[in-house]
């Protein structure tokens, strides 16, 4: 594969895609080559991105009377979808049906995302019994991808319609599950029953992990409910859960439109503490709170910590500095 892949780079501005299938068919009348050869030539195309190519060569095979393999097939569905050519996926799937390939679980589970990309998840149903028929169960994969979609959509009610069907049919929902419906719910200002899910989701075994923690922290200070953000801080500190950029970012920021800025200083302090690196972003928008709250003494005592810490501040930085100082009449400080 990766000699015909080399050697497609090689001739790709000499010889068109139409010559090099040409050229194939023809040394198979007189060398009577393996069919395997038209599958290595689209999977080369797909591979260094000439998805197109490949597309014309997969039906150019079927054209002549050679059959692609479902490999073959689901690397071609995978990379119409990565170019968001829905209809194309489709087609060929069509293709598929009509030739006799037969689907295998990938190849489901490429045309869920294909069904989420499309944003038509009223065909999930006829989809999923489509799939029973063929004798594939839909797997983990394939209910997180529709979960995930309908809570990007906010259809909670059909999110959480396939997470009770999911039991149902002995299928588990796990980690992802369950932080996926959390953000959907928190989306939708429901924190106080994500945190729900949180708790049943722990109670049946499950460890969360930082995000599903940022999820529901994100949900709390996004309603300003600072208490309850900063004790799940704390949980997930004492279950070994190092908080990461964006779960320092989105409690300082929580507490800055609160307008508690003594409070979000005071968790920097206590995250550092912690042995958790502050970013440049998070010290950046506490100085200029403070210079803009009329308190260029605490921002410049920031601005010394910001650079110990090694962090370099911006021109704008000492330009809020300087303006906060000569607003409160502190001319030589500015200087």
Known sequence: MKFVCELMELVKDDLPSEDVFKNLVLCTEDCNWDPVVFD????????????REGLRSFRK?????????????????????????????????????RFGIAPNLYTFNILTHVLCKDGDTG?????LEKMKE???????????????????KARLDDAFYLYKIMYRRGV??????????????????RVREAHQL????????????????????HGYCKEGKMQESRSLLHEMIWNGISPDSFTCWVLVEGYGKEGKLLSALNLVVELQRFGVSISQDI?????????????PFAAKNLLERMTQDGQKPELEIYNELIKSFCHCDCIAEAF
């Open 40 to 51: 290595m030539l689209v999977k080369a195309y797909l591979r260094i991105g000439w998805v």
């Open 61 to 97: 095979m079927l054209k002549v009377g050679f059959v692609p393999t479902v490999i073959t097939s689901n690397c071609l569905l995978n990379g119409l979808l990565k170019l968001n050519c829905t209809d194309r996926c489709w087609e060929v799937y069509e293709e598929m049906e």
């Open 123 to 127: 065909k999930v149903n006829k989809f």
């Open 134 to 152: 063929e004798g594939f169960d839909p797997d983990i994969m394939t209910y997180n991808t529709l979960i995930s979609s309908y809570c990007r």
């Open 172 to 189: 588990v929902p796990d980690l992802v599950s369950y932080t996926a419906l959390m953000n959907g719910l928190c989306k939708e200002g």
């Open 198 to 217: 949180f708790h049943r989701m722990i109670h049946r075994g499950l460890n969360p992990d930082i995000v599903t923690y940022n999820t529901l922290i």
């Open 283 to 295: 010290y950046c928008y506490l100085i200029v709170a403070l210079c803009q709250e009329n308190r």
